[in-house]
């Protein structure tokens, strides 16, 4: 009995050994970069259509995910905090490559994060999203509305490999330039490409209660410790998506520009905070965090106070 113990655990042993000599890639997902080349014969998969969702339950509860996807302040008001809908940053219901689609995320998780240092299943990452990007309270991984999200997110990704970064996922990376960047230009940059829809004061416009353009900072807008925070995140999201219908036709001078411009903007606080320290929380959260200006000195103001 015992032996046959012993066998087997080193049997276990080996066909460890023989797994680390041939390891799976454990990157870190937190701060995500898509460096695949984008170029017009790109394919990138192709999600089924409304059209063709059966009549059930499982049609029903895609049909739930939806929703909330596109309309989540109204949806499900109580997991959200601020004034957006997750579509703001995923755009064209999730299905659009370089956006961040739902197909390119959800056949990659279970993954590792450095942000929260676990390995984090389909619904932590969402969950991730709805407490910095929504600045809210996220929803159980067992509620209706994380189930909803995630059979959306999976009849989306129907027929794509599990494991595998496809193309279009994430935002494509732009590199910075080698000047750095200016807040100064940015501010033109922004006057000229972006103040008409998001407003001259960043804070979006409304229809009634809804925002039909989102707030780019302010009390309304992702908080700062979104992904959204770090101007290399926006560089990479503004390049390839704004201004609305124009996507790529910035310089990248000009996305890291207007990122720094839009990030040197006050926002609600990092929900993370540090003992109510700015420098601490800096310290732990943000120094290490790409490219960002939570705990920087701005026009004489340190960045990073909240608004509320
Ligand atoms: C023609 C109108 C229009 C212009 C011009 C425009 N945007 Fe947007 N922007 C939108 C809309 C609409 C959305 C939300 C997309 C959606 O929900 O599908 C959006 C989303 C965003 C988001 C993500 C959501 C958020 O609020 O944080 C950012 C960041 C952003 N825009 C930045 C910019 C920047 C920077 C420029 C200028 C370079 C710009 N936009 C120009 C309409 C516009
Ligand atoms: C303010 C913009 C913004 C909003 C709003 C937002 N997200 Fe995100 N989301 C991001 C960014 C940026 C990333 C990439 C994270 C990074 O690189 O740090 C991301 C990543 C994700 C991922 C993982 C993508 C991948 O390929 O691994 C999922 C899933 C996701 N978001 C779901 C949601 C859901 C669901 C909502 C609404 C509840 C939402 N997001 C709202 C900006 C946003």
Same mark, same amino acid.
């Given at each position: 009995m015992k032996k046959i113990l012993v066998t087997s655990l080193v049997a276990a042993l080996y066909s460890s050994v023989a797994v680390a000599e041939n390891p799976i890639k454990m990157d870190d997902q937190s701060q995500l970069s898509n460096i695949q080349a984008v170029n017009e014969s790109t394919q990138y998969h192709q999600p089924p259509l409304e059209k063709d969702l059966p009549d059930n339950a499982y049609g029903e509860m895609v049909r739930k995910g939806h929703a =909330?996807?596109?309309d989540t302040k109204n949806q499900v008001p109580e997991y959200v905090g601020n004034g957006m809908n997750c579509v703001n940053c995923h755009?064209?219901?999730?299905?659009? $490559?370089?956006a961040a689609p739902l197909w390119g995320a959800y056949p990659m998780y279970p993954a590792y994060r450095s942000k929260n240092n676990k390995v984090n299943t389909y619904a932590e990452r969402i969950q991730g999203c709805f407490q910095f990007s929504m600045d809210g309270t996220p929803p159980p991984a067992d509620s209706e509305a994380m189930t909803a999200l995630i059979t959306y997110s999976y009849w989306l990704a129907t027929n794509a490999p599990t494991g595998v970064s496809l193309p279009g996922r994430?935002? %494509? *990376?732009?590199?910075?330039p080698e000047g750095g960047y200016s807040i100064e230009r940015g501010a033109?940059?922004?006057?000229d490409n972006c103040a008409f829809c998001h407003g001259a004061d960043g804070m979006g416009q409304k229809v009634a209660e809804n925002y039909v353009f989102p707030p780019l900072w302010g009390k309304d807008s992702f908080n700062w410790g979104?992904?959204?925070?770090? =101007?290399?995140? $926006?560089?990479?999201? =503004?390049k390839a998506n704004m201004p609305l219908g124009k996507g790529n *036709?910035?310089?990248?001078?000009?996305?890291?520009?207007?990122? $720094?411009?839009?990030?040197?903007?006050?926002? %609600?606080?990092? %929900?993370?905070?540090?003992?109510?320290?700015v420098e601490k929380t800096y310290e732990k959260y943000h120094a290490n965090d790409g490219v960002n200006l939570y705990g920087q000195e701005?026009?004489?103001k340190i960045l990073g106070q909240g608004v509320q």
């Open positions: =909330i996807f596109v755009m064209d219901q999730g299905r659009l $490559a370089n994430a935002y %494509p *990376s732009v590199k910075q033109q940059v922004y006057a979104a992904g959204m925070h770090r =101007i290399n995140t $926006a560089a990479d999201f =503004i *036709s910035l310089t990248d001078q000009e996305a890291w520009d207007v990122a $720094a411009f839009m990030n040197s903007h006050e926002r %609600p606080q990092d %929900p993370r905070l540090v003992d109510g320290s701005v026009n004489g």
